[in-house]
């Protein structure tokens, strides 16, 4: 069994530094990844990068920044690129402690090991897929039962799904009207995930409602389906990252 597998979906990483012997070792483990870098040698490149692509993490050597403050705010002020995951190469406590209060969210520390360096990306990876997961809202459509204080279970439809609520579509195929709940209502939701066997029962707030649908916030998901949750949302955002990397890839062939 591959106990450390590559990547599964490309990942736009910018990668800022001018140390051939740590560039040659990093680039081999992006290759074992399968993520392909842009490489820029100096901060005013990046820069131009920055304000034209978007990335999905941003590796700095710390040293290569003369304006640490004016660089990290460039970074989040941009419309491209305001919430990348940000990893600082750093070579003595100072850097660390610079690097951390500027908000930046791992380290690779110089001399870095091929294995650190592969944990330190790997992480960074990850959380860029986390945070993905918790902005995406996967569009469904998902038979579900829905019940109120005042009504028992009614038969609706989910048309979407994130990791905090889901949007209902409160008339049936043929339009007509079922229960309407109002904003404000505590509703019990209970719907299967496709291709999954078990049920999940999730309990949400009522936060909009217009003539034909409404939208819930999660108020308490039991630890199991959340877990199942995420893990389906987490596969969702991945397939749909590999899916626009596909995209791309045709329309510069």
Known sequence: MDTNPKMTLEMHTLLLCCDPQFLGTTRGVLHALA??????????????QIESHAFDVIVVDWREIDNLAEFLGAVRRSKLNPDCVLVAIVRDLLDLRQAFAAGVHFLIHKPASVVQIERCLRAAYSATVTRRRKQHREPVRLPASVSTRMRPFTPMMVVNL????????????????????????EIEVRFTLPKMDAGLHVTGRVVWTTSSHCGVRFSYVPEGDRQVLEQWLTECVERSLAETCERLRAACA
Not at 35 to 48: D, F, S, Y
Not at 167 to 177: E, K, P, Q, Y
């Open 35 to 48: 993520v392909t870098p842009k490489t820029v040698a100096h901060c005013e490149a990046a820069l131009a």
């Open 162 to 185: 994130s990791e905090r609520g889901m949007g209902l579509a409160i008339t049936n195929d043929h339009g007509n009207l079922r229960h309407h709940p109002t904003a404000g209502d």
